[in-house]
């Protein structure tokens, strides 16, 4: 993408052009909420439903976005349709034509001093395109990861309700240092203070245990929209789910594990904690889901990242 395009407040610039302010309630205080979607053969996928969890995060936050809800999904693919002229459709497997689409919204500029809620002016609304660089997990879905439980523990929802999407991400980030001391591959996984089983830095959580495929409950997780097209093609295949609290335990013992977010759909993990899942290798479940993916968008999901590994 040469000459990329941005959404800033009301202008589409050229990337360079796009500049925040240093007081930026972005900036001063993590004070942001987001929405990270993807797209299959150009197409945004789950678009609408992306946007919708936005508002409900912008609404909780009390940020104004200054745009209705029908402006911001115009907006996104204006700006789609800019970077990515839409006029073709290309072929599955070819990892060079999707995206990312990433939307910011900070309360907009802060005004330094003894109270973080005055602020200046209206919400910062940053749109932006990224093409979906898969390498780093693209040999996960035949090998799979290994998922390591972090030192740290998830910021209860009773502090930030982990349903908000935001950008405040040194808690994710730290957990995710924490688990490659372990194994610098290790993806991690990130325990409530309860000790169940919460979340990724980036994803949710799935075990499968005879049968039944387990995810926590979004008390203490995002309500991942990868999750919820998992518990959809689960229950298009017949497979039996359960959201449910789980800990260690029960990802030790399972049967198979995976991840979900938007970029990669469905990661596996073979090994947990040093042990192996299962029989250590990729599960049929996972492999079943991933295939059903795979046909729901009309691209192979696992061919689009192996093709962006070096040859
Ligand atoms: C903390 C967290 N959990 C889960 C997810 C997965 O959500 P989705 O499937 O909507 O990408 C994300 C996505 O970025 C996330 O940041």
Redesign the pocket.
Known sequence: MPSRMVYLSGEYLAEQEAKISIFDSAVMLGDTVTE?TRTFRRRPFKLERHIRRLYKSLKVTRIDPGMSPEQMLRTTLDLLERNFPQHEAVESGDSSEDCWIVHNISRGLSIAGADPTRQQGGATVMIFNQPLDLTSWASFYEHGCHAVTAMSRATPSQSLDARI?NRSRLA?TLAEMEVKLVDPLAQGVIVDIQGNIA??????IFAVSEGVLQTPTSAN??A????ETVLELADTLGIPTRQTLLQPYDLYTADELFF???PYCIMPATQFNGLPVGDGAVGPITQRLLQAWSELVGVDIVKQARNQLPA
């Not at 979340?199 to 949710?204: R, S, Y």
């Not at 991942?224 to 999750?227: E, V």
């Open positions: 990270s999407k994710y979340e990724n830095k980036g994803g949710n997780s995002l991942g929209l990868s999750r979900t977010s938007t």
